[in-house]
């Protein structure tokens, strides 16, 4: 029901700024947390940041605390992710990801309480 479009990747000198942009369907009424997850070349799937929207309580990875920041825009069904500060270690495919099943685990991060995923749009940083 709910569809995710990501856009707004690109590549970006060590130090620079992106911001990426996730437009959802008109099915997120019930959607109650949305995320940024990230995949470089050989490594594990990672959480970035998520939000829940029903409280607005927003949660952060250790490593990008204090630069990224997640908002999203209701009226217009987007959510994005501002980059700041970026690292070459921030290289990779970033992905938007929303859950409606209120998942009971503790973790935001855990990805078995998203259940629609974007396709990806890729974020590369250079030194």
């Known amino acids: 029901q709910v569809q995710l479009v990501e856009s707004g990747g690109g590549s970006v000198q060590t130090g620079g700024s992106l911001r990426l942009s996730c437009a959802a369907s008109?099915?997120?009424?019930?959607?109650?947390?949305m995320g940024w997850f990230r995949q470089a070349p050989g490594k594990e799937r990672e959480g970035v940041a998520a939000?829940?929207?029903?409280?607005?309580?927003?949660y952060y990875a250790d490593s990008v605390k204090g630069r990224f920041t997640i908002s999203r825009d209701n009226s217009k069904n987007t959510l994005y992710l501002q980059m700041n500060s970026l690292k070459p270690e921030d290289t990779a495919m970033y992905s938007c990801?929303?859950?409606?099943?209120?998942?009971?685990?503790?973790?935001?991060?855990?990805?078995?309480?998203?259940?629609?995923w974007g396709q990806g749009t890729q974020v590369t940083v250079s030194s």
């Open positions: 939000i829940h929207t029903t409280y607005g309580d927003t």
């Open positions: 990801a929303a859950g409606d099943n209120r998942w009971a685990g503790n973790s935001m991060f855990d990805l078995r309480r998203y259940n629609y």
């Open positions: 008109e099915y997120t009424a019930a959607v109650y947390y």
